[in-house]
């Protein structure tokens, strides 16, 4: 059944810019090494950094009527993230698309799909992460949903869930749980600086994660320097 609904899940900006300072990497593995996207899904333009609150938008095969409807309702600060049903004959989104999502304010997009018009993509500046790319176009004649539960590079995402990007890919921050996500990814961070610290003091990163112990369960050894 398809639906359009509205979104009433904000993150505040100042929550959104918190995650913001931290890479995708630490944020994913600060939630267990999950939530962060499939590695097919990839920038278009390395760089750049994307962050916002999601609009889902699902779309029915290679039409993207309702990418037009989620455009149309996004808001400044937002992020689309699309479920093409990793379709990719056909490049749902495009140069017009992304005049307009930059004049909105938008702060990108993600889409299991194709998108076209590369070169004028890159040179908007606007952060897009896809699947693929392809020349052809989509239809504007089918159903679809927007602002629904739906799955986009392996990850469940919900309207108002915090989206971060960056060179690495794509993570998903489940908005019930950013503020302890958040907490996570200050703690984390505070403990790679410390290990960057000693390794500056010549404690090598082997002995600061406890691998000769771990080698020593396995019944191995790293050979000593012979004299």
């Known amino acids: 059944?398809?639906?359009?609904?509205?979104s009433n899940r904000k993150a505040s900006q100042e929550l959104i810019n918190e995650f913001s300072?931290?890479?995708?990497?630490?944020?994913?593995?600060?939630?267990?090494?999950?939530?962060?996207?499939?590695?097919?899904?990839?920038?278009?333009?390395?760089?750049?950094?994307?962050?916002?609150?999601?609009?889902?938008?699902?779309?029915?095969r290679s039409d993207n009527l309702m990418l037009h409807?989620?455009?149309?309702?996004a808001q400044k600060g937002d992020v689309l993230v699309v479920d093409a049903g990793e379709i990719t004959n056909a490049g749902l989104w495009g140069d017009l698309m992304t005049q307009m999502a930059?004049?909105?304010?938008?702060?990108?997009?993600?889409?299991?799909?194709?998108v076209r018009?590369?070169?004028?993509?890159i040179k908007s500046g606007l952060p897009i992460y896809s699947k693929s790319i392809s020349?052809?176009?989509?239809?504007?004649?089918?159903?679809?949903s927007v602002n629904i539960r739906i799955s986009c590079g392996g990850v469940v995402v919900l309207p108002g869930d915090i989206i971060i990007g960056d060179d690495d890919g794509v993570v998903v921050i489940p908005l019930e749980k950013?503020?302890?996500?958040?907490?996570?990814?200050?703690?984390?961070?505070?403990?790679?600086?410390?290990?960057s610290k000693k390794m500056k003091q010549g404690i090598t990163l082997f002995e600061q994660l406890g691998l000769p112990e771990q080698l020593g369960k396995l019944g191995l050894a790293i050979p000593e320097d012979e004299e």
Do not use: H
């Open 1 to 6: 059944m398809y639906m359009i609904n509205k």
């Open 21 to 60: 300072k931290f890479g995708v990497a630490l944020i994913a593995d600060s939630m267990g090494r999950y939530g962060a996207m499939k590695p097919y899904i990839k920038p278009i333009a390395y760089g750049r950094k994307m962050k916002g609150r999601a609009v889902t938008v699902q779309t029915y």
């Open 69 to 73: 409807v989620a455009l149309e309702m």
């Open 102 to 114: 930059c004049i909105k304010g938008l702060n990108g997009v993600v889409t299991d799909g194709a």
């Open 117 to 121: 018009d590369i070169e004028e993509l």
């Open 135 to 144: 020349p052809l176009g989509g239809f504007k004649s089918a159903g679809g």
């Open 178 to 195: 950013a503020e302890e996500v958040l907490e996570l990814c200050k703690s984390n961070k505070k403990k790679e600086n410390a290990i």
